[in-house]
C-alpha cells in the first residue's frame, strides 16, 4: 500500500491495480470492497511499484468515470512521471495544484513541471501550492510565481510537532495552528468549487483520493510533456 495508506494506519489489503483490473464491471458493492475510510474520506491507495502486467488507457477511463457517478469531489495524487493516464487524468481535472517547496531546488523542479503542464496547454487550470514556506531566507510569493510562472494559490508552513501527532495517531492535523488552519483553508475553498449547479446529485458526498501508477508511454502530447520535464 502507499504512504497515505500508512499515514493514516489504513489495513485495507486493495489497491488501485485492482480497481482498474475491474473497471469494466465495478459497481456500488465492488467499489465498497475496495476502498478504505477514514472520516469523511474513502481512500484508495496506491499500487505497489511492480506489478504483474499493465493496464490498457481504457480501464483508467472506465475508473474515472465510474468515481464521477459515486462522489463529488475526487482527489488524485499524481507523481512526476507523466504517463499517458496521467497526462488524461489532468486533461480531465477541474483544478490542478502543483506542489513545491520554497528552497531553490524544488522551485527548478517545479518550473520544469510548469512547462510540461504548459504544453500540455492545462496552464488555465494550474496554480501552486508552497509546502514547508515561511523562514527569514524564504522567496516572497511574487518571486515564487515568477520562477514558476503560475500563480500561488496558498502557503502551508512548516510544523513537524502537528504533523508528528497526527503520523502517530493515524489521523487528520488537530488543533489551531497556522498548518491547520491553512490546510482547512484549502478543503474548504475546494469542497465549495466543487458544490454541483444543476447537476445529478452523486450517490455519495465523501471524498475519493486514490493514487496513480506508472503505464505504458505513449501520445505525441506525452512526449512534448516527457521532453520538457527532463530537458
Not at 114 to 137: E, I, K, M, T
Request: proline fraction near 4%; hydrophobic fraction near 40%.
Amino acid at each position: 500500500m502507499g504512504l497515505t495508506s500508512f499515514l493514516l494506519k489504513l489495513d485495507g489489503t486493495k489497491s488501485i491495480i485492482d480497481a482498474l483490473e475491474r473497471a469494466s464491471t465495478l459497481d456500488r458493492s465492488v467499489w465498497e470492497k475496495l476502498v478504505c475510510q477514514r472520516g469523511t474520506l474513502d481512500i484508495l491507495g496506491s499500487a505497489p511499484d511492480q506489478f504483474s502486467r499493465m493496464v490498457g488507457p481504457a480501464s483508467y477511463e472506465a475508473l474515472l468515470l465510474f468515481v464521477r457517478t459515486q462522489y463529488q469531489t475526487i482527489f488524485v495524487d499524481l507523481p512526476s512521471t507523466l504517463d499517458t493516464h496521467e497526462v488524461h487524468t489532468l486533461q480531465e481535472a477541474a483544478e490542478i495544484f502543483l506542489i513545491c517547496t520554497p528552497d531553490l531546488a524544488g522551485l527548478h523542479m517545479a518550473r520544469r513541471k510548469a512547462d510540461a503542464l504548459r504544453n500540455l496547454h492545462l496552464q488555465g487550470r494550474v496554480s501552486v501550492l508552497v509546502n514547508l514556506a515561511g523562514g527569514r531566507s524564504a522567496p516572497s510569493n511574487a518571486s515564487i510565481e515568477q520562477i514558476v510562472t503560475f500563480p500561488v494559490r496558498l502557503t502551508i508552513p512548516r510544523d513537524d510537532k502537528a504533523i508528528s501527532n497526527a503520523v502517530q495517531k493515524g489521523d487528520v492535523v488537530q488543533g489551531r495552528s497556522l498548518f491547520a488552519r491553512q490546510v482547512e483553508s484549502l478543503a474548504e475553498r475546494i469542497a465549495t468549487a466543487s458544490k454541483p449547479s444543476g447537476l445529478p446529485v452523486p450517490l455519495r458526498r465523501k471524498f475519493v483520493d486514490y493514487f496513480s501508477i506508472s503505464a505504458a508511454r505513449c501520445s505525441d502530447q506525452w512526449h512534448r510533456a516527457r521532453s520538457s520535464l527532463n530537458a
